[in-house]
């Protein structure tokens, strides 16, 4: 039984989530599955799209899609799995710069705490504000291109995670750099 459109799409997104986890189970449609069995069925429907060449050209963009879902939808959490822990990770627009706002800074932290004092029950108090500021980020792009073999993939000598924990390790030795 072939899947629609949407099944598939949806396939892809739950072997993609699986790829983080492998020891959980994962939902797809009514079943829990390991990531193994979740693979193996992307695979075997990826198969199904192109068990001949001309059901390949039909359904290129159909393949193309289902991997870029995987991608899109592994890679965004695995950086924030990596850096999470000691960075604010972000997604911004094409052109767009990261401006980040101190709501107080510590030369503001520190005079705040010179104003306390000891005082009587009614009189005049020096008041403070509070101040913080803002710094931009200056950014650079990383990519990675990685290309394996749709038939590699198909009999299951590569699998997708294998590519996106390549891509990561390369991305991981760029930043700790």
Known sequence: MALSRDQLFEL??????????????????DKKLTYDALDTTFRNEM???????????????LIFSLIETGIDE????????????????????????????VRISEASRRRAKGFVTRVGLAGRYETFKLDGYSFEVNMSAYGAAARIEFE??????????????????????????
């Open 74 to 101: 592994v890679l965004p959490a695995k950086v924030l799995q990596s850096y999470g822990q000691f960075a604010d990770v972000k997604t911004y627009a094409q052109g767009d710069k990261p401006v980040f706002n």
């Open 12 to 29: 892809a997104r739950a072997t993609a989530k699986a790829s983080l986890n492998p020891s959980v189970a994962y939902a797809f449609g």
């Open 47 to 61: 198969n199904n799209l192109a068990d001949t060449y001309a059901k390949y050209r039909e359904n290129k963009n």
């Open 152 to 177: 590699e993939f198909l009999d299951g000598r590569i699998k997708m995670s294998d590519l996106y924990d390549i891509v990561l390790e390369g991305l991981d030795e760029k930043v700790y750099r």
